[in-house]
Every structure is written in C-alpha cells, then in structure tokens.
C-alpha cells in the first residue's frame, strides 16, 4: 500500500445531512493543554511526608467473545447480521471528542459491552485515546473499522480522492494501533455507488457497511431522544449507529445497557459476527 503521511493539516468545514436518520459530524474544536508547572525542591517542608496513594479495585478482566459460528463476510453491504437471534452490532462514529471516546471505551470496560468504532482518522481525539483504547482492541472487545479520513461524500470525489480517503485511515489506524481495520468501511453520510464500492474493494474494503437504525447523535440532541431512539433500534440483528462527538449520550449509557438487558441481546463486534482473510 503506498505510503502516504499519517497526519496533514485539512481545512474542513463540518456540514449537516440526513440519510435515515444520520446527520452529518461536526467539526471538532481545537483544545490546548497547558504544561503543568514544576515545583522547587525548597518548597516542600523537610520532614513533610508525601501521602500513600490509595489503589483501586484491579480493572476487570477483557471481556471474551460470544461463542458464535461465525460466516464469511459477504462481498458488498450490509445493514444488519445475518439470519435470526439475539445480536446487537452497536457501532460509533467520527470521534470528534476526546471525553466521548474515552467515556465510551470506560463504559465498555465496565459494562462489558461489545462496540465496533468506525474512525474519522483527520479527528485528534483518537490520537488522545490511545492508551485508552489500547488494551480493549488487543483483547477484541472493541473494533475498528475505516470511515475515511475528512468525512467527504466519496461519490462526489475522484478516483484518486476516494482511494486517499480509505488509504490515509487504513494506515493511520494501523500506525496508531497496529491493526488492519479491513475489510470494513463505512462510507459518509451512506453515500456510495459502485465506482466507490470498486475503488474500495481494490483495497480490501469489500463491506461497505450501513446501518439498521441510529441514535442520531452526529449533532448534540437531547439525551432523552438517544434512549427514545435506542428503544426503537436495538432490536435483534440490527446494526445501530451511533457517535463518537457529544456528551448527552454519556449521561445514559445506563438507560442503553438496560434497554439490551431487558431485551436479551447480545452486543458483538463485526468480527465477532464474520470471518475474513484479515481476521480469520
């Protein structure tokens, strides 16, 4: 795969559309961190005791996957898991904040639930969640797939853009965390056709993915409505599409866990579900 540098600097307006549901991402918004201030050695009193930090509870143990026959992934989209059952595929997107990201990878680990993040790879907030995600990806309860690099309609790009959009993810996710995201991508806004589909494909990206459901939360929203739309999309089988960009969905990660309790579902990453020659 050509080499192409993981990071450059894009000016890129955030933009609003709808396709069953789903709005477009919003353009993230730069936070500086200032460096914490060094204290001299003559501050602190001789016989001053530096206090024993407390240790917390172990973290728990890596969720392992559900024993699933898993099947093939299919050459071309999808929008649910196959035949009948008790699966939920929860997937997010973009990653437009830091606090969201990790807020979403601390409620997997510990709640058990099983997420496939689809990553917007221009949105630093990834590079912030690192160590974060880490050890969830290793242990394969969290997944990650490939939503392009700006979040462009690729119908509308070149044959040259579309590649640059899937290329530039596939190799930032691999830099960053040192896995192959293929074969699954998820085309902006759902607009593909089959000159991206083929383009995409070329590069192993052979399952465009789409989504049976969403929490319509690419824009902030009431955190109500995301549970009211919750009730309405985890049902069986569904893949249901969420964001990685706004906190209301944070405050009722509660209500959402409850909602897949009481319906007896299952929650699975893509891979849990099918095989490839990525992740046989």
């Not at 060094?38 to 024993?52: G, I, N, S």
């Not at 680990?109 to 880490?134: C, H, K, P």
């Not at 993915?209 to 929203?221: C, K, N, V």
Request: with cysteine; net charge negative.
């Amino acid at each position: 795969m050509t080499e192409i540098p993981r990071r450059t600097l894009l000016a890129f307006g955030g933009s609003a559309a709808a396709l069953a549901a789903l709005s477009a991402c919003a353009t993230p918004v730069a936070a500086g961190t200032p460096a914490p201030g060094a204290v001299a050695p003559d501050a602190v009193a001789p016989d001053a005791v530096a206090p024993v930090a407390e240790e917390g509870p172990p973290p728990p143990p890596p969720q392992a996957a559900p024993a699933l026959e898993r099947v093939p992934a299919p050459s071309g989209t999808i929008d649910s898991l196959p035949g009948d059952g008790s699966l939920l595929a929860w997937t997010v997107d973009d990653g437009t904040s830091t606090e969201v990201i990790a807020a979403y990878a601390a409620f997997a680990q510990t709640s058990g639930i099983r997420l496939t993040m689809f990553v917007t790879g221009t949105y630093f907030a990834w590079d912030e969640n690192v160590d974060t995600l880490a050890p969830l990806i290793a242990s394969g309860q969290v997944q990650l797939a490939n939503h392009t690099w700006s979040h462009p309609d690729l119908t509308s790009l070149p044959d040259a853009g579309v590649r640059d959009e899937l290329v530039r993810t596939h190799d930032f996710i691999g830099d960053l965390f040192g896995v192959d995201a293929r074969p699954f991508f998820r085309p902006p806004y759902g607009f593909h056709d089959d000159r991206v589909d083929a383009i995409a494909a070329d590069l192993g990206y052979t399952v465009p993915t789409l989504w049976y459901g969403s929490l319509a939360d690419s824009a902030e929203i009431p955190a109500a409505t995301i549970v009211d739309l919750a009730r309405e999309w985890f049902l069986p089988q569904h893949i249901v599409i969420g964001h990685l960009n706004w906190m209301p969905v944070t405050t009722v990660f509660d209500d959402l866990r409850a909602i897949i309790a009481e319906r007896g579902l299952t929650t699975v990453t893509l891979n849990d579900v099918f095989t490839s020659e990525y992740h046989p």
